[in-house]
């Protein structure tokens, strides 16, 4: 079963750091973009940050450049967040998605979520 | 930056009706050299991930019912759900890859039963 799982979230206070973890399962990671999306509670979808399948292209939104870092380790069929500097508009629920394109140049659309993990940014 | 704008904000349409939701982009998302708009649609249900209906537009993801339809070009762009069912209460997003990799979703409408 094609399948992506998170892991990582938890309660941090501002200023705090946390690493998200997304498991892949089922499909061979390295073939595709992977994106960062978060909801934050009662709110819509924001995309967070991509990453290419090599690594050697990653973008992010504004607000969180200089404070997320986007990585991955195909070897070991997973893509992380390394979440910093934490505010309290931070906290959201922070799906990893899958491109619905292996091996293109480009992201499209998301054709596999995870159920997402939480983040509580609050002193 | 694309801004992505839905209408409305929420709609209640009958059981068997159609509902119709609108998605403005605040520039043209259709990309020349191929002809293409670059838009997705989602649907979201309570206490799930978002769901891809929809991509380039107009072509639906593998078993997505015939009832979704996906509509327009350039900068406007419509949703259908042809006859609502009680399953497809839900939240309703637009997102742009024009800008590919940065992306945008559009603010989202909720489809209710009246």
């Known amino acids: 079963e094609v399948q992506l799982v998170e892991s990582g979230g938890g309660l941090v206070q501002p200023g705090g750091s946390l690493r998200l973890s997304c498991t892949a399962s089922?499909?061979?990671?390295?073939?595709?973009?992977m994106n960062w999306v978060r909801q934050a509670p009662g709110k819509g979808l924001e995309w967070v940050a991509n990453?290419?399948?090599?690594?050697?292209?990653?973008s992010y939104v504004d607000s969180v450049k200089g404070r997320f870092t986007i990585s991955r380790d195909n070897t070991k069929n997973s893509l992380y967040l390394q979440i910093s500097s934490l505010r309290a508009e931070d906290t959201a629920v922070y799906y990893c998605a899958r491109d619905r394109g292996a091996y293109t140049d480009y992201v499209s659309a998301s054709d596999i979520w995870g159920q997402g993990t939480m983040v509580a940014v609050s002193s | 930056d694309i801004v992505m704008t839905q209408s409305p904000d929420s709609l209640a349409v009958s059981l068997g009706e159609r509902a119709t939701i609108n998605c403005k982009s605040s520039q043209s998302v259709l990309y020349s050299s191929n002809n293409m708009n670059y838009l997705a649609w989602y649907q979201q249900k309570p206490g799930q991930p978002p769901k891809l209906l929809i991509y380039w537009a107009s072509t639906r993801e593998s078993g997505v019912p015939d009832r979704f339809s996906g509509s327009g070009s350039g900068t406007d762009f419509t949703l259908t759900i042809s006859s609502l069912q009680a399953e497809d209460v839900a939240v309703y997003y637009c997102q742009q890859y024009y800008t590919t990799p940065a992306l945008s979703f559009g603010g989202g409408t909720r489809v209710e039963i009246k």
């Open positions: 089922g499909f061979t990671l390295s073939a595709y973009w």
């Open positions: 990453i290419k399948q090599d690594g050697s292209r990653k």
